[in-house]
């Protein structure tokens, strides 16, 4: 019969508020640091994991001091709250301003465009273009009408030589310069 192999070694020593997780995050992040604070446990532990000399492993911290955290805090809390105590922020902006000595200061406003910005933008555009087709669309009318009367019209045109009775006909390139110059002046 074959021994079965225990799921679970005996502890050799336990540190106190240490965890153990599927993984070495999870295990780290819910442990506290209790074992830091008491003398034993943290003298134990370095006897088992350190190579140095007994008068080189830490020293405890000092409960006693006040701390926002207390030993019983888990290291996500301390995570979370950036790990400080306390937080003081004094802004003097003209001791930095003098520190600094800039030969200029400049700064850039950034604006997110948003329904407003885009209602006014369409009613600008449509402005726009209203006022161009008013200025175009008569030109464009006159230019169409006059095409469409000279296709209409008919292909031979009679010469001031009319009364000798010869007639004559217009090459398309010359009647092509005509409309032309009848749009241009």
């Known amino acids: 019969m074959k021994e079965r192999?225990?799921?679970?070694?005996?502890a050799i020593f336990i540190v106190t508020g240490m965890r153990v997780g599927c993984t070495i995050y999870d295990a780290f992040r819910l442990s506290t640091l209790k074992c830091f604070f008491d003398p034993v446990c943290l003298n134990t532990t370095a006897h088992w994991i350190s190579t140095l000399p007994s008068d080189a492993w830490p020293q405890p911290l000092n409960s006693s001091i006040s701390s926002y955290y207390s030993p019983d805090d888990t290291v996500e809390l301390m995570i979370q709250r950036l790990?400080?105590?306390?937080?003081?922020?004094?802004?003097?902006?003209?001791?930095?301003?003098?520190?600094?000595?800039?030969?200029?200061?400049?700064?850039?406003?950034?604006?997110?465009?948003?329904?407003?910005?885009?209602?006014?933008l369409l009613i600008g555009l449509f402005g726009g273009l209203t006022v161009v087709l008013r200025l175009l669309t008569p030109i464009i009318v006159d230019f169409v009408r006059y095409i469409y009367n000279y296709f209409k019209a008919p292909k031979s045109v009679q010469s001031p030589q009319v009364q000798s009775g010869i007639t004559a006909t217009l090459d398309p390139c010359v009647r092509f310069e005509h409309i032309i110059s009848a749009i241009v002046f």
Do not use: E, G, H
């Open 5 to 10: 192999m225990t799921p679970q070694p005996p």
């Open 83 to 120: 790990m400080v105590d306390q937080w003081s922020t004094v802004n003097n902006f003209s001791n930095y301003y003098s520190a600094c000595s800039p030969l200029q200061c400049t700064y850039k406003i950034t604006q997110r465009n948003d329904l407003l910005y885009a209602i006014t």
